[in-house]
């Protein structure tokens, strides 16, 4: 049987002075976080390699060295109130702030200073133990800009949901009609919205904005896509998907994509000049041609494609139909409506 008194036995070890010192030396040697200490005028006597990682200097250019040359200049207070704190014997409890690199660049860090004492209990330093936080801030951030993009979004979805239900009520002879029109075109919203989700609201590519609106509507193998890849911007997305989506439920009633026979080829060019334009057609042509051309009537869907769509994007339109064929043009400002870094 073990004797409980041996779980009070001493290490070998233990009171020796020197191994505690190598144990705490290699605790600071391996730790993932900046370790610095410095004296009482804020010069710098110990620089760990998390150190030298974090903030670009080796030991032998941060020690002896003020431990301002990390501190932006607007944010230099923040010693002076560190080191007085530590002289009346203080612990400086964790908080945010930001720091330097050898190249200028700056870090968002979560400091945390306790004083150091000699053997007498004497306070003669500090110790710093510095983490970055530069990833998280920036994630932060980016949260924040998506949710006020988001906000954005959902503000705009409320205006075009009213003036879709709006618009599709003065152009439908039935409940049962007025209902069916306005459910698939919230889906086609609703799946305009995902493409911009999948991206994290950084817009989405021509091609993904066509075969996500017609995928609905089958017959892929009569449509063809063609172009350059281009990102267009968040903002732009659910203009030409409510084009597209207006383009495939005609074409899906009374033209190709309903197995009457033909094709339907969608492409874009960006065409040069002193303000770029992008250039996109949808040309779909029937085979055997039509009776007789479709009629003329301005329904909702002529409305997205003479009006919405080109105004919002500050560009001009033209929709053409015969018994061959049905042509729509859409001519935009480059600028207005390729992806930007400075959206979404």
């Not at 607007?74 to 964790?94: C, K, M, P, Q, Y």
């Not at 009213?162 to 889906?187: A, P």
């Not at 769509?309 to 339109?317: A, N």
């Amino acid at each position: 049987m073990r004797d409980d008194k041996s779980r009070e036995r001493p290490s070998p070890d233990h009171g020796d002075p020197r191994i505690a010192e190598a144990r705490l030396a290699a605790i600071i040697e391996s730790s993932f976080d900046a370790v610095i200490a410095k004296d009482l005028n804020s010069i710098i006597t110990d620089w760990n390699p998390a150190a030298e990682r974090m903030f670009g200097y080796a030991a032998h250019e941060a020690i002896g060295r003020s431990i301002t040359m990390l501190i932006p200049e607007h944010l230099r207070d923040e010693e002076t109130g560190i080191i007085r704190r530590i002289r009346a014997n203080e612990r400086v409890e964790s908080f945010e702030t930001v720091r330097l690199r050898k190249d200028g660049t700056r870090i968002h860090v979560s400091l945390t200073v306790s004083p150091i004492r000699d053997a007498q209990g004497n306070v003669v330093g500090a110790s710093k133990i510095a983490r970055d936080i530069t990833a998280a801030r920036e994630s932060e951030a980016r949260i924040r800009l998506l949710l006020r993009e988001i906000n954005h979004r959902v503000k705009n979805q409320y205006a075009v949901i009213l003036s879709l239900i709006r618009e599709t009520g003065l152009r439908s002879q039935s409940i049962q009609e007025f209902q069916g029109k306005v459910r698939e075109r919230i889906t086609a919203l609703a799946a305009s919205h995902d493409l911009l989700v999948k991206s994290e609201w950084s817009g989405s590519t021509l091609a993904e904005i066509v075969k996500e609106q017609l995928s609905v509507f089958g017959h892929e193998d009569v449509v063809v896509i063609s172009g350059p890849l281009l990102s267009v911007s968040p903002s732009t997305v659910q203009s030409l998907g409510m084009a597209f989506h207006e383009l495939g439920t005609n074409s899906a009633k009374y033209g190709v994509l309903s197995g009457r026979g033909g094709s339907i080829a969608v492409s874009w060019r960006l065409e040069p000049g002193p303000e770029s334009t992008l250039e996109i057609e949808w040309l779909e042509q029937f085979d055997p041609p039509l009776p007789k051309a479709p009629a003329k009537v301005r329904g909702f869907g002529t409305v997205v494609l003479d009006r919405v769509t080109p105004l919002s994007l500050g560009g001009r339109s033209s929709l053409e139909r015969s018994t061959q064929a049905v042509r729509w043009h859409l001519s935009a400002p480059a600028n207005s409506v390729l992806e930007t870094p400075s959206e979404g």
